[in-house]
């Protein structure tokens, strides 16, 4: 069977218009095409290797900011919460040089009343806690009876002050002569002293030879 519609746009048998075929791809174009999908999704590939660390490294730097802020805060309510303490004071200087010297003014009495031989300004420098009182005041009256003073000297060798009690170490040099005997002798004593104050005075509370 003749193919009177393989040339031209109209059949020569019956004039009704062919339909036309559609060109196939050329070699060149196919290639073209694959090439430029691969190209497309290698680029794809390595934007999403740029842009797939962003959501770590942004939680990551939340994280690392909480935790310092949290830690900001926390130091500082610590720091508030804390209650605050003086800081301690020493007693001022000049206190400490007013009680010794009326330490050392105690002692002075004690000189001038064994060297005047007046009991009642010697016992001044008594407490009334002294034990056996009575007894101390029997026997200096004895003692000046005795013996006369021809000098008498003191060294405080330690103050301990605390409070209302102090502890002295005190050497007395002692040069007497016992009545009716010419010759002078010399002696050295040395004591462990609790001074206790009473009203605006310091007095002895308790003597302990030191061996």
Not at 65 to 83: A, C, E, F, I, N
Not at 183 to 206: A, H, Q, Y
Request: hydrophobic share 35%.
């Amino acid at each position: 069977m003749p193919k009177y519609y393989e040339l031209g746009k109209y059949c020569r048998k019956c004039g009704s218009l062919l339909v036309q075929g559609v060109p196939p791809l050329e070699p060149d174009a196919q290639l073209l095409g694959k090439h430029s999908i691969k190209r497309l999704a290698k680029e794809w590939l390595k934007l999403s290797h740029l842009f797939r660390p962003f959501p770590l490294i942004t939680a990551g730097v939340v994280i690392i900011l909480v935790v310092v802020g949290g830690y900001l805060l926390w130091q500082r309510h610590y720091q508030t919460s804390q209650p605050i303490t003086p800081p301690l004071q020493s007693p001022p200087p000049g206190i400490e040089t007013k009680e010794a010297e009326e330490i050392k003014s105690l002692f002075e009495t004690i000189r001038q009343a064994n060297l005047k031989k007046n009991i009642d300004l010697f016992m001044s420098c008594y407490s009334l806690d002294f034990k056996d009182r009575k007894s101390k005041k029997l026997d200096t009256l004895e003692n000046w009876k005795n013996f006369n003073y021809l000098d008498l000297t003191y060294r405080l060798k330690k103050q301990i002050i605390s409070g209302d009690t102090a502890n002295v170490r005190v050497e007395w040099l002692i040069k007497i002569t016992k009545k009716g005997v010419g010759k002078p002798e010399d002696s050295r004593t040395v004591l462990d002293v609790v001074l206790k104050r009473e009203g605006d005075r310091w007095k002895i509370k308790e003597i302990k030879p030191v061996s």
